[in-house]
């Protein structure tokens, strides 16, 4: 199983940009990655899942550099209502989906 | 329904006693997972299931928990003879089969153990 690790927490002002890096250093082949949000009292929600070079939607974009050892999540201009907890995850395959600490993001006013 | 079911949303018990969690899945999802939370913490895996194979129950923290589901519908998470540190909230997660698909949370369990 692919180990992730990311900043225990980070903060940052309201219409900053935010990156949020994980580094998995023993990704393989058919890993991809994916990030999920969570906001107290509610289970985690999927933001946004790549495999190489960067995915967009209209949450959030996802950078993947070449060897995809690592990969950073950016919110354009975040807002409070951002503030939350952000997981990384890899793997392939259903039994796969274990969750690191996650980065815990707050947006200062 | 719509989304993942997890039901009770609150559970408080007393040290000693069982516990029963359900979660109803999203209908057509084949995968069903379930999490422990403790205050503040990342989830910890418990137990996946996959269809009719036999589920991957590594995540289990000790022969206290167990979990069954009947083919690709209803689950129940048990916790015999419930101990403080049981105390967390409970997610589960449905996904359709393969790789890719993303995972669906319910909004969890609340279990205090008193």
């Known amino acids: 199983l692919a180990k992730t690790t990311q900043p225990i927490s980070m903060d940052s002002y309201e219409g900053q940009e935010v990156n949020i890096t994980c580094s998995h250093n023993?990704?393989?082949?058919?890993?991809?990655i994916t990030w999920y949000q969570q906001f107290p009292s509610q289970g985690p929600r999927f933001i946004i899942q790549g495999y190489k070079t960067k995915v967009t939607n209209e949450v959030a974009s996802l950078f993947i550099p070449a060897d995809r050892k690592s990969s950073t999540l950016s919110l354009p201009r975040v807002s409070l209502s951002d503030t939350a907890v952000y997981y990384c995850?890899?793997?392939?395959?259903?039994?796969?989906?274990?969750f690191g600490a996650g980065t815990r993001l707050t947006v200062k006013p | 329904g719509a989304g993942v079911s997890q039901s009770p949303s609150n559970k408080v018990t007393e040290k000693g006693k069982d516990v029963e969690l359900r979660c109803d899945p999203i209908?057509?999802?084949?995968?069903l997972y379930w999490y422990r939370q403790r205050l503040g913490q990342g989830l910890e895996f418990l137990i996946y299931f996959q269809g009719n194979s036999a589920p991957d129950k590594s995540g289990l923290p000790s022969d206290r928990f167990s979990a069954e589901r009947t083919g690709e519908s209803v689950s129940t998470l048990t916790i015999q003879r419930t101990q403080q540190e049981d105390s967390a909230v409970y997610l589960c997660a449905s996904s359709l089969a393969g790789s890719r698909e993303k995972l669906f949370f319910g909004s969890g369990t609340q279990l205090s153990v008193l």
């Open positions: 023993n990704i393989a082949t058919n890993d991809y």
């Open positions: 209908s057509g999802h084949t995968a």
């Open positions: 995850l890899v793997g392939w395959g259903n039994n796969d989906m274990r």
